[in-house]
């Protein structure tokens, strides 16, 4: 079991270039969910997908971000006009996705930093 | 709404002394509650969780933390810790109704274990 795999796992980006995250999640996880890490507001949920289908977004900014996820392998997170106070960890995670008890367990990859400069 | 608390950003304790990590929670129903670790430049590592049942849960590594709804609390617990120990834990819940399975996560607290 690789864990949850994310890509790249530092990124530098120029101010108003986009940025693109991968995450793969946990083969046979059908829910991914990804989560913001700043220094200033901890953890923040971004969104949750379940059986690639968005589920709650209710933390994505409204502007300049987008997820996708096109097949059960991966997902990924895409930053439009990035901007320095877009700079965290970016982290994913995967769950059995089924609703209840521990099969919600949420297992985490190791993050992709992004530096916007 | 959901929220935890971790009142001590940070806790210093001699390698070997017991630890208590606290977390509080406010929730309008019982969530599910979990300890994860982050070590530097790594992502979150599960330490436990509690869904239902005996209070007190065991995880890796010997930590344990006990759930008390009296005190909406869900305080970590380690009777001799090492200096491997020493990152950031952190504190969450999940909800267990409705839709949405996101982690709601306390600021954490950073564990210095000193030798």
């Known amino acids: 079991n690789a864990g949850v795999i994310q890509t790249p796992r530092h990124k530098v980006t120029g101010k108003g270039q986009e940025a693109t995250l991968w995450c793969e999640p946990i083969?046979?996880?059908?829910?991914v969910f990804w989560y913001r890490q700043t220094i200033v507001q901890g953890l923040e949920f971004l969104t949750y997908?379940?059986?690639?289908?968005?589920?709650?977004d209710s933390g994505m900014p409204k502007e300049r971000f987008s997820a996708q996820m096109p097949n059960q392998s991966h997902s990924t997170l895409k930053i439009q006009s990035t901007q320095p106070q877009d700079s965290a960890v970016y982290l994913c995670a995967s769950s059995l996705g089924r609703l209840g008890g521990p099969q919600d367990t949420q297992y985490f990859g190791p993050g992709t930093r992004l530096l916007v400069l | 709404a959901q929220s935890v608390t971790q009142p001590d950003a940070r806790v210093t304790v001699s390698e070997g002394a017991s630890l208590q990590l606290r977390c509080k929670y406010s929730?309008?129903?019982?969530?599910?509650l979990f300890w994860y670790v982050q070590y530097p430049r790594q992502g979150l590592q599960l330490l436990l969780k509690?869904?239902?049942?005996?209070?007190v849960v065991q995880g890796v590594n010997g930590f344990e933390a006990e759930f008390s709804k009296s005190n909406s609390s869900f305080h970590l617990r380690k009777a001799s810790v090492h200096w491997s120990d020493s990152a950031v834990y952190f504190c969450?819940?999940?909800?267990?109704?409705?839709?949405?399975?996101?982690?709601?996560f306390g600021l954490g607290t950073t564990l210095q274990v000193q030798p």
């Open positions: 083969s046979g996880h059908s829910a």
């Open positions: 509690y869904y239902s049942g005996d209070p």
């Open positions: 969450a819940v999940s909800s267990i109704t409705g839709n949405t399975r996101k982690l709601i």
């Open positions: 997908f379940r059986n690639q289908a968005p589920i709650d």
């Open positions: 929730s309008s129903v019982t969530p599910y």
